[in-house]
Every structure is written in C-alpha cells, then in structure tokens.
C-alpha cells in the first residue's frame, strides 16, 4: 500500500468493510439456483423447478416469507420443525446479540462455563425423572448419543425401532431408520430390527433374545404422522424393564410444545423414558444445537472415571450461541405460554380440517396432536375421479399429495409438505406461534384445492399429467 492509500478518507473507503455480506448478497444472490446446480445437490433445483416451488424469498418474520414482489407466503412446514416459534423472534435474536457481545471465554474445552449448566437445568426441569444432559449439534447426534449410551450402558448390542420411523442420516442413526429409501445403497449398517409401531407381541419377540440395549421411538412419527396406539409407551417400557433394556423416545421433532405438552410421550401417563432425544425447536431456528437427556446411572456408567471424561464429545457441543438461544427459546416457551398456544390452535385446525372429511371423497383423515397433523388423501368413489386417482397410483404413489401441495403455494402462496416418500399424506408442523387468522387462511385455501380437485379443475389434473410424466421419466 503507498503513502497516498494509506491516508485515503474518502466517504468509498470509509465505508468499506473487510466483509460485506450485505454487498455480497446484493451482487450475488441472483445467482442462488445457479450456486446450488454447479456446487451443491444439483438434484435440489432441479426438484424445485419442476414442482414450481422455485420461489425466491427476500425476508421472513414469524410464520411469514416475503417474495422479491412483496407477496407474502404463511409457513406451515417451520423448516422441518425447526422454528417453532417462528423465525426472527426477538427475544431469541437479542439473547444472540447479547452472548455475541459479551465476548465470552467459549470452547476452551478445559473449564464449566456456566451457560450449558443452566439450559441443561431447564431442559431436565420439564422431565423430572431425567438427570443429565449431553449436548451436540442437531437431532441425529442426539440420536447417535443415545445410541452409544445404550450400547455402553447396557453392554447389549442391539437396538430394536419402529417401520417407517425417521431418526436420522448419519451412519448409527440411519441404522434405526424405517425407511428403506434412506438405507439404500449405504449398507453394511448397525445390527438392529425394526417392529411394526405398536406390535408388542414384535417387540416381545425380539427382546427374549437377550441382546437388545434399547427400543427407539417417536411417539408420533414425522413418516405419515402416526401416533403411537394408546398405552404402547407405557407396556412398551415395562417389557423393556424386564428384559433389561432401555427405552429411548425420539422427541426431536415433537418435543418442545409441538403435539400439546412440552414432550409428545407426555401425553401417556406414566411413561418415563431412560434417555430423550431433542433438537430442532431448540435452536430458535438461529443456531444448531441438539441434546440427549439421561438417567444418572447411564451417564455415570458411559463417564466411568477421569480417563473417559472425553469419551463421548462433540467440537462445537455446548457452545455459547447455542446454549444462549436454547435458554431464550425456553424462556420465551414459558411467558408465551407456548405449549397451550399450540394445543388450542391445533385442535382449533384439526377439527376444522376433519370436518371436511365427510364434504371430500378424496380426502381419507386427519390426524394428529397439537401442531402436528396429517392429512390423508384416498382412492374415491365415484368413477371420474377413480380413473384420475389410479393413473397416479400407477405412475407413483405419493402424487396426488404432491398435487395439493403445489397449488397451495402457486395458487395460495402456502408452504406445506408432503409426508414422506410414497406417501398420500401432507403434513403440517407450522410455526407454534400462529393463531385463527392463520388457520383460516389455510383451511379456506385448502377447500379451494379440493373444489378444484373434486370439479375435475383443469389446471390441478394437468399437472398431475406432469408429474405422471416425471414419474415414468426416473423410473
């Protein structure tokens, strides 16, 4: 640099940061789809713009996106359920300015900062038979957590789960996923058996064995939103008890509020779980951050003595952003009154959706708890529509959920999702912090889907043709 850059003041230079992301973004973010196709999942914006879901989003508050023209968009996917109260809270936001300006000694990996101490007191508060807690980054370390925990604890090898559960894609949680799409073509996997959900003559089977650690579970599955049979938990964990093996409840998407009660299995009484799996709506939708909560003697078992205090650990586990948002997350739960926010509201969605049930040939069930319902499509009666429904079948099943999807968002501009892989059945997990204007808007804009689907509406069947074409192209 000489003399004269060295003393330029000008207001360009003054201005000028080191980074710029605002400056990035703005010469560059046209660019996004463009990124993804040479860099990342090529497969991504492919998908996006055949279903027409290549929206680009400028801005997002709460339960809203914001297009580049201004229209806004009601979320009811949260990100997977990562944003149970919306994005952007502010208290959420600020606890991040806060922690970020306090400029705090973190991940020296040789002292107990106290942060994590005091969100793990909270956490464990809403389940008091629950003692510690380990604390990583995302839902399928909290998987893999426990995974470990049992295996140790237990001195047994195997773990028994449920068909068609999601518990995650690392190598030891994707051993204990029911979905065969997910586990193909990554084998060898961990030695562990599935049971059908709610077969405990299955689960009996298994356990005799001798050589079962645990049985993961969620209590309502993300796959197809199914809910576990009425007293399942509670037999389940008394067969477990006697055998010797654990139970451990997969609460990463149903916990934190999200079915009604602060934990899904919550809603049995007298299911105690040995180890918990939380995530996602932890995080505040800011920072990743996963946790495993466990019985005393289980983490006392796996940290046996000083030369195991590092056994189990995680490099960016427990850091300062992270446990700063979860406490601001929990925090806010509590003086929202959060919980009963989501059990009211969904009842309020649920029964309105289920009360056209009766009005739509195509429309099978609804279910759920609290802000975690599924809404089923099937085969219809009258000969018209029958037709329609078996070309799609024909072509993959799954398709008809994809045509309601793709209209509430063009037509309605309503994220939703549909529930899994060859599935009829769309779910809805919105943000836990929306009310009746929301629900109308969405149960006014789905009857419209289902007017249109029912009176043979042209523009919902041609794409249906499309995606019938789409179908047969990857086979």
């Known amino acids: 640099m000489n003399k004269a850059e060295e003393h330029d003041d000008t207001p360009e230079t003054a201005r000028r940061k ?20 040479r860099h990342l999942n090529h497969q991504l914006p492919r998908m996006l713009r055949t279903i027409g879901f290549d929206r680009v989003y ?138 059908p959900l709610g077969d405990l003559g299955a689960l009996e089977r298994e356990l005799a064995r001798g050589d079962v650690a645990a049985f993961v579970v969620e209590p309502i599955q993300g796959k197809g939103v199914h809910e576990t049979p009425p007293g399942f938990l509670r037999a389940a964990q008394e067969l477990l008890r006697r055998k010797g093996a654990l139970l451990i409840v997969d609460e990463v998407q149903t916990g934190l509020g999200r079915t009604g009660d602060f934990y899904a299995y919550q809603h049995e009484p007298g299911v105690e779980p040995d180890l918990v799996c939380v995530a996602k709506a932890l995080s505040g939708g800011y920072v990743p951050v996963g946790a495993t909560l466990g019985k005393d003697w289980i983490f006392k078992k796996v940290y046996s003595s000083m030369d195991r205090v590092l056994v189990h650990s995680a490099s960016f ?85 994809q045509m309601v999807v793709v209209p509430l968002l063009q037509k309605h501009r309503i994220l939703t999702q549909v529930s899994g892989d060859h599935l009829e059945v769309i779910k809805l997990i919105p943000p836990l912090i929306i009310g009746e204007r929301e629900v109308d808007r969405f149960v006014e804009a789905f009857t419209a889907v289902m007017d249109d689907a029912h009176g043979g509406g042209g523009l919902m069947w041609d794409f249906g043709r499309t995606l019938v074409k789409q179908a047969v192209a990857n086979r």
């Not at 992301?21 to 660019?31: D, I």
């Not at 980054?137 to 195997?158: D, I, M, Q, W």
């Not at 009005?359 to 085969?379: A, S």
């Open 18 to 37: 080191p980074f710029d992301l605002g400056r990035l973004l703005a010469e560059r973010g046209a660019e996004r789809y463009e990124l993804y196709t």
């Open 317 to 401: 586990g427990s850091n300062a952003q992270a446990m700063a948002a979860g406490l601001a997350v929990l925090s806010v739960m509590e003086d929202e009154g959060i919980v009963a926010r989501a059990r009211a509201t969904g009842d309020l969605l649920r029964s309105r959706l289920a009360a056209l049930v009766d009005r739509y040939e195509l429309l099978h069930e609804v279910r759920g708890r609290g802000l975690m319902i599924g809404v089923e499509f099937g085969r219809p009666e009258s000969l018209k529509l029958r037709g329609r429904w078996a070309m799609l079948q024909a072509a993959r099943k799954g398709l008809f959920a």
């Open 58 to 195: 400028e801005r997002a508050e709460g339960a809203y996106f914001w297009d580049e023209d201004g229209n806004d968009y009601l979320d009811m996917l949260a990100g997977f359920g990562v944003m149970g109260l919306g994005r952007h809270h502010p208290v959420v936001r600020e606890a991040l300015h806060d922690v970020l300006d306090a400029s705090l000694a973190d991940l020296t990996r040789f002292d107990c900062p106290p942060l994590p101490g005091l969100l793990a007191e909270k956490l464990l508060a809403h389940s008091p038979h629950l003692d510690r807690v380990f604390f990583g980054n995302s839902g399928t370390e909290a998987v893999e957590t426990a995974l470990k925990f049992a295996r140790y604890a237990t001195g047994r090898p195997r773990v028994l789960y449920c068909a068609h559960a999601f518990h995650g894609l690392t190598a030891g949680s994707l051993s204990v996923n029911g979905e065969a799409g997910f586990r193909d073509g990554f084998a060898p996997l961990l030695p562990d058996t599935a049971v």
